[in-house]
């Protein structure tokens, strides 16, 4: 059971490329996020979806774009990358929006923008 | 603004020892607390939780205490052991917004032998 799988692990890109971040589970969960973490700084919500078909803005979305292609996948879209956005880059699922619904976090990607 | 604050970077305790980890918070519609463990190179698991109308949450070695006078929650980790040293990041949701948390800037514990 792998629960969050999160690809690639590692990034470099060039500013100005494009790229998407990968993310599946595997625990029938309804809702998914994506986070972003900076040196000094707590997890930021960038995007999340309360379940297939819907997607929501969290706390700095800009510069970002989701899909969740279906339940089990959400993934992340930069579509010009900017050095700012140099981060590891966190997601998460949990069964549903709502108290007592811990989120269960992938591994992260670390994500270079020169 | 953080509204969610971890004040002390780092933590060194020593083995069969407490380890006690503070979180302050700004937002008094925060109503939903959360630990996190987080190891390197791995992303944050969930440790314990508690909510507004309770002041004390117990699950094994882990005791979060809230509280809400002082906006002030903190986690007790007895005994503490090696296996501990990890980031520990304090999160909170607010009353209307569901699962969305707003994290603290972690503290990292460490325990000695």
Redesign the interface.
């Known amino acids: 059971n792998a629960g969050?799988t999160q690809t690639p692990k590692f990034q470099v890109l060039k500013t100005g490329q494009s790229m998407t971040l990968q993310c599946a589970q595997d625990m029938n969960h309804n809702?998914m996020?994506w986070y972003r973490q900076d040196p000094?700084?707590?997890?930021?919500?960038i995007y999340?979806s309360?379940s297939e078909g819907t997607t929501d803005k969290?706390?700095v979305p800009n510069g970002y774009n989701v899909s969740r292609l279906n339940k089990r996948e959400f993934s992340l879209r930069l579509e010009s990358a900017a050095p700012s956005q140099t981060s590891v880059y966190?997601c998460?699922s949990?069964e549903?929006?709502?108290?007592?619904?811990?989120?269960?976090?992938?591994?992260?990607t670390r994500l270079s923008i020169l | 603004d953080q509204q969610v604050k971890q004040n002390s970077p780092s933590l060194s305790v020593q083995e069969g020892r407490i380890s006690i980890l503070n979180c302050d918070y700004t937002n008094s519609m925060f109503d939903y607390f959360l630990w996190y463990k987080k190891y390197p190179a791995e992303g944050p698991t969930f440790l314990i939780s508690i909510s507004s109308i309770k002041d004390k949450n117990e699950d094994g070695r882990f005791t979060v205490f809230l509280n809400k006078s002082a906006k002030h929650l903190s986690l007790h980790i007895v005994p503490s052991q090696p296996g501990d040293s990890a980031v520990y990041f304090c999160a909170a949701s607010a009353i209307g917004t569901a699962s969305k948390l707003t994290f603290g800037t972690g503290t990292r514990l460490q325990v000695t032998l």
Do not use: K, N, T
């Open positions: 969050v809702s996020y000094g700084m707590g997890l930021r919500l999340y309360a969290g706390e966190f998460a949990s549903a929006l709502g108290r007592g619904q811990p989120q269960h976090f992938g591994d992260g």
